[in-house]
């Protein structure tokens, strides 16, 4: 039966906790060089309608690796912008292919896409969503500090998509998330928040960051972002990752981002850089977790 990752709430916290272990096992046979090919013989169908490094790379990479093969797709490329319905091209493909990946900007694209698929579909990223992000930074978290529930994220700067998948990751996680951010970015709705931990939107930078185990944060000016731009920079300009604010913290925090970063705007170099920084490991870890994510998805779709 098929199962599709269009939000983090596609997955029970069981079935993440599952995934971090098959996550951990792919991570260590990789450093070993053993290999394992699970996928031999599938395909995976990648849509971008928007441009990307990470998700590209690592889902392509990761394809490779587990014995499969990864086929990248435009809208251009392909009959969709050319006038050929969503349900035919999902059901077209569904002949063709094992699974589907897709990055676009509109969310309700993939959710009309999955009904019509048969086959799984995985949300690479939407205005509204990046769920294999946020899988991996929680993988990240648990692999750095060694447990999940109870840790207090600080998440800084502009609510975007990447902000609204970490509501709903923190609070089916058991994870305590406050967000900073201007009193006009706040939503005017949350997603679903399925679990036992706590998600506050507050406007005061220093007050979120107290105490907290992880500060995070975004890029200011997302990809389509449009309207006075200026504005919203000099808005967000007090909620910039400094060192300053990772000093309130009062306790010994580490810094993430989910690249890629605009040094200087929402993050200083010396943050980036710097000795609490585990940025550069967040990345990483997205093969190590969307590998899990392919090898669990594609293989169940099998029975």
């Known amino acids: 039966m098929k199962k599709d990752l269009l939000s983090i709430n596609d997955f029970s916290r069981e079935e993440i906790l599952t995934l971090f272990d098959k996550s951990i096992d792919l991570k260590a046979k990789r450093k070993k060089g053993i290999e394992h090919l699970p996928l031999k013989g599938k395909s995976l169908g990648m849509i971008f309608n928007k441009n990307s490094t990470r998700t590209r790379i690592s889902f392509e990479v990761g394809m490779y690796e587990l ?8 809208g251009d490329q392909l009959q969709l912008n050319r006038g050929e319905t969503l349900k035919d091209s999902a059901q077209v493909l569904s002949r063709y292919l094992n699974g589907i ?7 309700q694209e993939i959710v ?9 579909v995985i949300n690479g990223l939407t205005d509204l969503n990046h769920p294999v992000q946020i899988l991996s930074d929680i993988f990240t978290i648990k692999e750095k500090l060694g447990k999940i529930e109870n840790i207090k994220i600080a998440y800084v700067g502009d609510l975007n998509n ?3 998948s970490w509501m709903a ?6 994870m305590n998330l406050c967000i900073a951010c201007p009193p006009e970015f706040k939503p005017v709705s949350l997603p679903t928040l399925d679990g036992n931990g706590k998600v506050e939107i507050i406007e005061d930078p220093f007050k979120a960051v107290e105490g907290a185990d992880i500060i995070y944060t975004d890029v200011w000016i997302s990809m ?5 731009l200026k504005k919203k920079e000099k808005t967000l300009t007090p909620y910039q990752i400094n060192q300053k604010l990772l000093d309130a913290t009062g306790k010994n925090s580490l810094v993430m981002h989910c690249l890629p970063a605009h040094r200087g705007m929402e993050i200083t170099s010396e943050v980036l850089d710097g000795k609490d920084s585990i940025v550069f490991d967040q990345a990483e870890n997205r093969l190590h977790v969307q590998k899990g994510i392919l090898e669990t998805l594609l293989c169940e779709s099998d029975q």
Request: proline share 3%.
């Open 224 to 228: 389509g972002d449009s309207g006075d």
């Open 162 to 164: 990447v902000a609204y």
């Open 169 to 174: 990751g923190a609070s089916l996680m058991g």
């Open 101 to 107: 990946l897709i990055r676009t900007h509109n969310h």
């Open 67 to 74: 014995g499969g093969q990864a086929i990248f797709l435009t």
């Open 112 to 120: 009309d896409l999955a009904e019509n698929a048969t086959i799984p």
